[in-house]
């Protein structure tokens, strides 16, 4: 009759067999590697090789001696993955766990053959590089060909100051004024699309410094007073004396793209806050306007993206702003979050490391 121990031995090896992972343990007072049938056909060998080093680069064989180490001061049982040359020279990689039976003074553990996963990886890796590349040259094909589409364009701009349209019928202004808008529009879509491009593909150049958030709000307020007075719209902004870490110019053209927005919808008033939270310092564009409808929260960040809002009500823009806005608060590791409440208004809250404290 077979033994207990004979039959959870046949069991094993037919697991490890069916499972493809082998099974191997270390005796630590003696030094001596054991090997399961599995183990030994996934490293190419017949027997149990005492010595490890010879199937090892030696840097995954010093790490992994180390981990043993590490296994027998603090028993935290680890996982490490290993370049194995086999004897007939093939090269694998294999997934090794390792634990400690403290009792028996043991380290055991398994060793799978990863060499397909460890593969496709470097190949997807390598396809998601070639299309990184990609679209970064596609960034900045962008970036050039808008930035040449400039010179015409504002040379455009200046012949229809030129054709000033005093003599003009009622006809031809009204097509004088029309070619003027469509060459606003272009103007803003063009650069638009500089920005984006250059932020993809790097052409963004990042200069942190520390400086007073509170004058480049009382800058900007001082600014927009004189849109909202041609709007008739009231702007409050509130100052606070807080330096912060970022890059100035960058955080400028978020803060003017925020204001610009608030502006377009706002129903009687802007207002611009900052104040400390922790480590952070909050600066805060809100409008009391029609707000953003629920469905659109989500996609007001995507390129092109044109609200509900904009669309019933006929306003003007290009869905680009926001994408701006999302883009440099990611180079700038920024965090922006967006409350809004249909007919109450829309509160853009931006929250800026504050500058450390030199003691
Ligand atoms: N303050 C706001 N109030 C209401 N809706 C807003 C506000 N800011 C942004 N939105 C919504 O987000 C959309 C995208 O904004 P944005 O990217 O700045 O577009 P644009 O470049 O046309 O100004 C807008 O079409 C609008 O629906
Ligand atoms: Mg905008």
């Keep these: 009759m077979k033994m207990l121990d004979d039959i959870a031995f046949e069991n094993a090896n037919l697991i490890e067999k069916l499972s493809g992972i082998g099974y191997w343990k270390f005796d630590v007072k003696n030094r001596k590697f054991y090997y399961s049938q599995q183990m030994c056909q996934i490293l190419g060998v017949k027997k149990t090789a005492s010595n490890l080093k010879k199937y090892l680069p030696l840097k995954d064989y010093k790490k992994l001696i180390a ?45 799978q053959d990863i060499t397909e996963f460890v593969n496709i990886k470097a190949q997807l890796i390598k396809a998601r590089n070639e299309a990184e590349n990609l679209s970064r040259e596609k960034s900045f094909f962008l970036a050039q060909a808008s930035h040449d589409l400039r010179q015409p364009l504002y040379a455009l701009k200046l012949y229809l100051d030129l054709l000033q349209p005093k003599n003009f019928t009622k006809q031809q202004w009204k097509l004088w004024e029309n070619i003027n808008k469509s060459s606003d529009s272009l103007k803003y879509l063009l650069e638009n699309v500089l920005d984006l491009s250059k932020l993809d ?21 001082r600014e927009f007073k004189h849109t909202a007075e041609c709007q008739d719209l009231t702007l409050e902004y509130v100052i606070c004396n807080c330096l912060v870490c970022s890059d100035a110019f960058l955080v400028e053209r978020i803060l003017r793209n925020l204001l610009s927005n608030a502006f377009k919808f706002a129903d009687k008033k802007v207002s611009m806050f900052c104040h400390e939270h922790k480590q952070k310092l909050i600066v805060e564009v809100k409008d009391d306007g029609i707000g953003i409808a629920p469905q659109d929260k989500k996609y007001i960040f995507d390129a092109f993206y044109q609200g509900q809002n904009v669309r019933d009500n006929n306003i003007e823009g290009m869905g680009l702003g926001l994408t701006i806005v999302k883009r440099i608060a990611t180079v700038l590791h920024i965090k922006i979050s967006v409350t809004s409440k249909p007919n109450k208004g829309t509160s853009f809250k931006l929250f800026l490391p504050k500058a450390a404290v030199k003691h």
């Design 67 to 111: 981990n043993f180490g590490r296994l027998l001061r603090y028993g935290e049982k680890n996982t490490q993955d290993v370049k194995f040359i086999r004897s007939d020279k093939s090269v694998i990689y294999c997934r090794v766990n390792a634990c400690l039976i403290k009792e028996k003074n043991i380290i055991c553990g398994t060793l």
């Design 201 to 221: 593909y790097g052409g963004t150049k990042v200069f942190k410094t520390n400086f007073n958030i509170g004058m480049l709000i009382s800058d900007l307020g």
